[in-house]
């Protein structure tokens, strides 16, 4: 494991990096070297490992006994799924000391100014969440860029993240405010399917503002076990038709506008859909294939 390097002498931003793991022995500790590597930045990790069939909780807490910025939470709940173990840690983990807290998963590689980049730009514009593009890459050596940066649209975070969870870095306050929210709105939180959406359309519904860099500083790993990848092909298409023929992504929608409490527009109507629907994703194409899937009542 690579020390972190950072410098006493100078107050640098204090971020605390929440990881959620599970089945993450092949990958997690080349990750979590590229974050302690992080330049500039007073950082701590605290990992929340899902129950798991291989060694990931044992690697973990023995890179935490060599290491004392990396914490990890109790071990033993089984929570399913990558958004209800990020729920635990912004629900367990104490980020208030902290300037920013971001998101990672175990399987990416960080490049060394991630975390800089994301608490200048932050600095910077005056907006308190920050995202980016990605560079995904496969094991063959296939790269591509996933972008993001599409400018936002009126309603588009009631319909889509900002672009991978991993990439969010998030200003303190309003992290505080959605954790309080999370206590009054516990009956909708096993319903979440993707934390990174709900993130974005909370801080987007509160007026906190967000920022998507067309820049990348991380490598997407891409493999069999992503729980969710590269959405691009003919395979994937057909994944997310079925997600909609099925009812899932229109009962995410509704799941994600009540835990914000949005109640206008009544996206329940159809009609209203199909007039708004400029303003519901923020890639022209996205918004192309959205409006035909409500012309036709597939949403």
């Known amino acids: 494991m690579i020390a972190v390097r950072l410098d006493q002498s100078v107050l640098y931003p204090k971020v605390a990096v929440l990881l959620a793991a599970y089945n993450g022995v092949n990958y997690i500790q080349q990750q979590l070297e590229s974050?302690?590597?992080?330049v500039e930045i007073d950082i701590k990790i605290f990992i929340s490992v899902d129950v798991s069939t291989d060694n990931t909780f044992g690697l973990c807490k023995e890179l935490a006994g060599?290491?004392?910025?990396?914490?990890?939470?109790?071990?033993?709940?089984?929570?399913?799924?990558?958004?209800?173990n990020f729920f635990r840690l912004i629900r367990d983990v104490d980020f208030s000391g902290f300037d920013y807290v971001a998101l990672a998963d175990q399987d990416d590689i960080w490049l060394e100014d991630k975390l800089t980049t994301a608490c200048q730009q932050i600095e910077r514009r005056g907006v308190d969440a920050y995202s980016s593009n990605v560079l995904a890459f496969w094991e063959n050596g296939k790269e591509f860029l996933i972008n993001k940066a599409q400018g936002s649209r009126q309603y588009d975070h009631f319909f889509?993240?900002?672009?991978?969870?991993?990439t969010y870095v998030l200003s303190t306050k309003p992290l505080l405010i959605f954790k309080k929210q999370m206590q009054?709105?516990?009956?909708?939180?096993?319903?979440?399917?993707l934390h990174d959406w709900l993130l974005y359309a909370f801080f987007r519904t509160n007026n906190f503002k967000w920022f998507i860099d067309s820049d990348y500083k991380m490598l997407y790993r891409q493999h069999n076990d992503n729980q969710v990848g590269v959405n691009r092909g003919w395979s994937a298409f057909l994944k997310r038709f079925r997600l909609f023929t099925s009812g899932w992504y229109r009962q995410q929608v509704e799941i994600i506008m009540g835990f914000t409490g949005a109640s206008n527009p009544d996206f329940h109507s159809r009609i209203i859909l199909l007039k708004n629907c400029n303003q519901l994703r923020r890639a022209c194409s996205d918004r192309i294939v959205l409006f035909f899937f409500i012309l036709f009542g597939l949403y």
């Open 66 to 84: 060599k290491q004392h910025e990396i914490s990890i939470l109790p071990y033993g709940e089984r929570f399913g799924g990558a958004a209800a």
């Open 35 to 38: 974050i302690l590597n992080q």
């Open 184 to 193: 009054l709105q516990q009956h909708l939180m096993a319903k979440v399917a």
């Open 160 to 166: 889509e993240a900002a672009g991978p969870g991993c």
